[in-house]
């Protein structure tokens, strides 16, 4: 190894005795040194040593407009030398306000309010208790229970892990979460060749119009991710299955809970994963992209209808009292307010589209490779999933760890890939060029190789 300077040694050196990494197993940097970064400049980050890497998955999805954008940048800025904070019980601000009216405009028509969390996960939470206190407000004080699909994901605190079917990342917490139906999806992967997709998403649907069919007056809600489980190895499903959803949830009185934390705000190639299946939600909750992957917020939106149970005198102890200490924090919703200025500057929905194409071109080189079991894109969301075998689609072994073979070779080109075991998938910031790019997926070409050998 050539010699660190002694400021990447020392980095090195103090994270390793105070600083415990999300997602990792630390013993892991015994072999593999944690890379301190220095600093970020569009699509790159650079390491103390001067390395660059090209974030090919916006730092865990959140990234939108590149790292140090000028224009957030200077918002957040501006906002810091105006009001930092303020609680948001019995106080607003002009960001909030702003932020709120822009989100109510931008998302489908029927959601009009917006109860602000700061991560993922707390949306999540937000968007659970309040459909169950929704219910209970309303007297069926029965519906209790909320329904996930298989290989969900929802986040990490005790009420989004329990929502979720990753079991890598649930099955040690079992005794702690809440009691959930699990339903079967009309996940693409599984799709036999032979059958069109709507007689498949008709087929696999039946399993959920069966549980809310049973059990609708015990259910609260059916929580979903809109077209691409993320965490959950970026698998894809078809628009009609949630068109059936919302038809069967209006049919059953059933709360629709879309977590668009991850697809929102563009990924799918709509600003909104709901649009694009056509389809509005009782419950909407975003967050990563919402400040362009600057600062932690997140927002759920819902629908008149459902704020009205709340809103009766303080006696009648029917308010949601549920609240985080940097709720609607100014210099995030400033940061927001900068991304959807961002978003509608540069027509970047439909700018997106030449990218989406680009990807798309690039994917068929995986065509015909006798390790990968399938090619899938979803707008700017892309994914390979690497197999023993293509015909029966047999998985490598989780142990063998393939993914993050290929993960240590993109780092050495100047690629920052993080696959999700044997899936290997491109997520970049939309401020990429067509020739980025190619140079993301000739390193991924190489990468599988290394994956797969032997
Ligand atoms: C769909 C979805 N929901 C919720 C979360 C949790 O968000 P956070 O990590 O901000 O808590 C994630 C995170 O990846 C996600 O992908």
Redesign the pocket.
């Known amino acids: 190894m050539e010699k660190q300077s002694q400021l990447t040694r020392t980095l090195i050196a103090k994270d390793k005795d105070h600083v415990w990494h999300p997602c990792t197993q630390m013993k892991d940097h015994e072999d593999f040194p944690i890379i301190p970064i220095e600093r970020g400049e569009g699509v790159w980050l650079y390491d103390t040593e001067g390395n660059k890497y090209l974030d090919a998955v916006s730092s865990?999805?959140v990234n939108i407009f590149g790292h140090a954008n000028p224009v957030i940048s200077q918002a957040i800025a501006d906002q810091a030398n105006c009001l930092e904070q303020v609680l948001l019980a019995g106080f607003t601000h002009q960001p909030v306000v702003d932020l709120s009216t822009q989100l109510v405009e931008l998302t489908p028509d029927n959601l009009q309010k917006c109860f602000y969390a700061d991560?993922?996960?707390?949306?999540?939470e937000v968007a659970l208790k309040m459909s169950f206190h929704y219910w209970r407000n309303v007297g069926k004080t029965d519906k209790k229970k909320f329904v996930a699909l298989k290989n969900s994901?929802?986040?990490?605190?005790i009420g989004?892990l329990s929502v979720g079917d990753v079991e890598l990342y649930k099955d040690t917490y079992q005794d702690l979460l809440l009691d959930v139906i699990i339903v079967e999806g009309a996940d693409n992967y599984d799709k036999p060749a032979g059958e069109s997709v709507d007689a498949y998403v008709e087929r696999c649907f039946q399993a959920m119009e069966d549980t809310l069919a049973q059990r609708h007056n015990e259910i609260s809600a059916v929580i979903v991710?809109p077209l691409v489980q993320?965490?959950g190895s970026m698998r894809m499903y078809d628009a009609a299955y949630l068109q059936r959803l919302r038809a069967a949830c209006d049919r059953y009185d059933v709360h629709l809970i879309a977590?668009?934390?991850?697809?929102g705000f563009g990924r799918t190639g709509h600003l909104f994963a709901c649009q694009k299946a056509a389809i509005s939600p009782d419950f909407m909750?975003l967050?990563?992209g919402l400040t362009g992957g600057y600062l932690?917020l997140?927002v759920v939106l819902t629908t008149q209808q459902i704020y009205a149970a709340f809103y009766d005198e303080y006696t009648s102890l029917r308010a949601f009292l549920h609240s985080h200490s940097y709720t609607g924090n100014p210099l995030a919703c400033a940061a927001a307010l900068a991304t959807l200025k961002l978003f509608k500057d540069n027509d970047v929905i439909n700018t997106n589209q030449k990218l989406i194409e680009r990807i798309k071109h690039n994917g068929e080189r995986f065509r015909g490779h006798q390790h990968i079991g399938d090619i899938r894109q979803t707008g700017m969301i892309f994914a390979i999933e690497l197999v023993q075998d293509t015909a029966s689609k047999k998985a490598y072994p989780w142990q063998q760890r393939r993914g993050l073979k290929a993960y240590h070779f993109a780092l050495k080109n100047q690629l920052l890939l993080r696959p999700l075991g044997n899936v290997i998938y491109f997520m970049p910031p939309y401020v990429i060029t067509t020739e980025q790019i190619d140079m993301v997926f000739d390193v991924m070409e190489q990468a599988v190789e290394i994956a797969v050998a032997d």
């Open positions: 865990w999805w991560n993922g996960s707390s949306a999540v994901y929802h986040g990490e605190t989004a991710e993320c965490a977590d668009e934390v991850a697809v909750c967050s990563k932690p997140s």
